[in-house]
């Protein structure tokens, strides 16, 4: 099965994905699905909502309508108990917040407060709650804070207090308490609380992205697995530099190394296997302007792309792609390997700029659809990757690859139109990817992958046990694999066990590390996941795929937090 550089070779689960579900059973899968559940979230029957407020400046000296209907403030009825004056306070600070007085207004919170019998601790909670939600429209952030804290600490699960403190520490520049009291109400909440759910999603990427970032900076580079490197490669049908064919000098019937040089010599050490003095034989034709100059800039680029050093490869793929005397196939793919790059950062724009630039350059190379299909895939057009790969497979009919992830494309754009019969279609197209390439092993494991997520289970789990037939040595359908069972069989240490036989064979496999991580995760066991995120984050080729990580581990952690503090064991839903 070809991975791309840009991913993990087997895709990933979303942060929020992995959180602990209190209460509400996690779909484990291959492949991401919709995470967000949007609904109205609960909260108390305060009215501080800001849609009930009339446009009446704040400070001005108008007061609003009272109850009573006479512009005036309602009196206090001398009989009324302490908590029935309490209330009465509230209600005068309620009609003032929606007139925008907000001083008026926690003016009668105040009293509400004062005036509480202790004991009441819901009354008082709702109260303070009321006057951070009048102080937040001033600002007044720490005072919120303050507020909401005591509000929190009469009713520990008052998560409309709790949310005002996230923003009011969001305001403040505090992320991770801001996580911590998100997180609680989505917890509490069910994970139903839409404004809770995309601001905990924020907080996770930012906190991510700041760890990332000196992380990754910081980061000794190194190659990826030499069963990576083979994948990635495979997953061109010509990149014009790895063709053992071209030049001559290479085969087996070559010299000794020490009769080749330079990029002859770096091609012999790419076909056998000796990947590390790759980029030193690339350096050496390229100054000695040797006759496969063009040919060793785009070889040691990609394998910069490899180790994850983007920045040093660009310079070369810029001036391949710029110099209009090389072969197109090589200025092709160097646009391709760009436009892949772009996509790492997060930059679809450019990504495809540079894909379009390379159909004018060179319209019948089949590479460029197949990789363009694989980004409008990442990119949830999944029409346009149907097409992409319709036009690759017409360019060469011979590319197992690419119809496998034609057929698989042509599955996701049915189920997206929830289409039975389109769906028929492309289970159909997928069953024949298997006989018509019986050899290319990513055919046999995305028709495994629709049958997991079609629950034909023991159908699937036959056909990941192929594609690890075809590719011992690929340790993704090993990973797939442990994932079905832990889907069909609920079997979790069985699963574990199978995901672990792929870090057997490639120890550098970030996939099998991050999803071991979600495991653990779902168990409650955190200390084993943190491990099992760190060393997927030490594998990590980019700085968005490190940051992806860093938001699973502190998501995880953060979780585990909130779950000790309000006491509530998570669900398991698979033990």
Known sequence: MAENVQGSGGGSWSKWQIALIFGA????????????????????????????????????GEKPVSASGDGGEMPIQPDQTPLEKAQASKNRGNKYF??????????????????????????LATFYQNRAAAREQQGKYAEVISDCSKAIGLNPTYTKAMFRRAKAHDHNGDKLLCLEDTTAVCILEGFNHQQGMMLADRMLKEIGKEKAKDRYKNRVPQLPSGQFIHSYFSSFSNDGISLETDPPAVGDEAGTDEELRCYLKAKKLFHTGKYDEVVQNCIEEIESDGEYKYEALLMKATFFLLMGQAEWAVPDLDQLIEKEDADKKLRANALIKRGSMHMQEGNSAPAMADFATAVQLDPDNPDIYHHRGQLNLLLEKVDEAVKDFEKCNELNDDFGLAFAQHSYAKYRLSMLQQS???????????????????KCAEGFALLAQAQNEQGLFAQADENFKKAVKLEPDNPTAHVHRGLLHLNWKKDVQGSIDMIKEALKIDEKCDFAYETLGTIEVQRGNMDAAKEYFENAINLARTEMEMTHLYSLSVAAEIQSKVANKLNIKPHMPFT
Not at 36 to 51: H, N, P, T, V, W
Not at 102 to 123: F, G, L
Request: aromatic residues 6%.
């Open 98 to 123: 929606k007139a925008s007085h907000y001083d008026q207004a926690i003016r009668c919170y105040t009293e509400a407060i004062d005036v509480c019998p202790v004991d009441k601790k819901a009354d």
């Open 25 to 60: 059973p996690l779909a484990l899968g291959a492949t991401a699905a919709a995470v967000y559940c949007y609904s109205k979230s609960g909260g108390d029957s305060s009215q501080d909502d800001e849609k009930t407020r009339t446009n009446t400046p704040s400070g001005s």
């Open 420 to 438: 039975p019969l389109q769906m028929q279609n492309a289970m159909q197209m997928l069953d024949t990817c298997t006989t018509k390439f019986p």
